[in-house]
């Protein structure tokens, strides 16, 4: 819900400050109210009778601690502290992007027995998540979790235009404003590395990739493909020497790296126009079956 912050001006009371969120809360009709509280990495014993004191004003219906994956043992020494004295209903583990880090989720479940309800996979909004155990457990055995990466999928791709957009491959019309839309599709998918992650046998090539890299290369096709009128996107055979050097000079980068990007670009091109001949030939014939005008075998 939207407090206004006048309200709370100087005011350093918690309980004070509480009580004029619950207020505010009834008079707008909202059935919602979340108290986000100071956080701390170590045990601090004041804190904690504050919120003691907190949670017997407003009697929360859930008490969720946030930790920090990263921390390891520490992060369990807090929640078995915090849980000792708030009575926590479950907890968020963040920054679980990256390298499967289970450790932490393994503890705190065993020594609070208290379920980890969400989890934190990069810094953006649209990157808190609900937190799926036998996808975590999937993770640390390096099988990845290709369930959370459709999902991921489904919410970011338009099923329309994804069958639109394989026709065009087929046909051999793939455009580089097609390639723009999908770079920036993956992007809504979350960071590369999350992505990866996510992948059976990623943990294991992030160790050998640099992903860094790899997001800094595809900012660098974006900005290219951004420097080019739509026309010289929808028909990249009209970019002569000129256009070149002025794309090169529009995104910052040397005309070789103009060149590069279109030389990639025009063999995903006859790759995939290639592979649309290949199937058309198949369905033509009937499938492998019908390679050499063999019999399908019968069965009885």
């Known amino acids: 819900m939207d407090f206004p912050g006048c309200l709370l001006k100087g005011e350093s009371d918690v309980l004070k400050i509480a009580r004029q969120a619950l207020d505010f809360a009834r008079l707008n009709h909202r059935n919602t109210l979340i108290f986000d509280t100071a956080g701390r990495l170590q045990i601090d014993q004041p804190l904690v009778q504050e919120l003691v004191r907190l949670r017997d004003l407003v009697s929360p219906q859930e008490i969720l601690l946030v930790l920090d994956a990263a921390t390891g043992q520490e992060a369990v020494n807090v929640a078995t502290h915090f849980d000792q004295a708030l009575r926590i209903t479950g907890a968020v583990l963040t920054k679980l992007d990256g390298d499967a880090r289970g450790g932490a989720a393994l503890s705190l479940r065993a020594v609070t027995g208290k379920p ?37 999928a489904a919410e970011a791709v338009d099923l329309d235009d994804a069958r639109r957009l394989e026709e065009k491959m087929r046909k051999g019309q793939f455009t580089l404003e097609d390639f ?47 420097a080019m009128t739509p026309q010289e996107r929808r028909a990249p055979q009209i970019l002569n020497a000129k256009r070149r050097v002025r794309i090169a000079n529009g995104s910052g980068v040397k005309v070789s790296e ?25 369905a033509r014939m009937g499938g492998l079956g019908g390679l050499g005008g063999m019999p399908r075998p019968k069965f009885k």
């Open 116 to 152: 980890i309800k969400f989890a934190g996979v990069g810094e953006k909004l649209d990157e808190f998540e609900a937190f799926h155990p036998e996808r975590m457990a999937s993770r640390i055995l390096g099988m990845g979790d290709v369930v959370g990466l459709v999902e991921r």
């Open 180 to 226: 723009l839309g999908q770079l920036r599709a993956m992007k809504k998918l979350g960071s590369l590395e999350s992505l990866v992650g996510m992948m059976p046998g990623g943990a294991e090539a992030l160790k050998h990739t640099d992903m860094g890299k790899q997001e800094k290369e595809f900012r660098r096709m974006e900005g290219i493909i951004c």
């Open 258 to 282: 103009v060149n590069n990007l279109l030389n990639r670009f025009n063999q995903m091109r006859d790759a995939m126009k290639n592979m649309g001949k290949f199937q058309k030939m198949m």
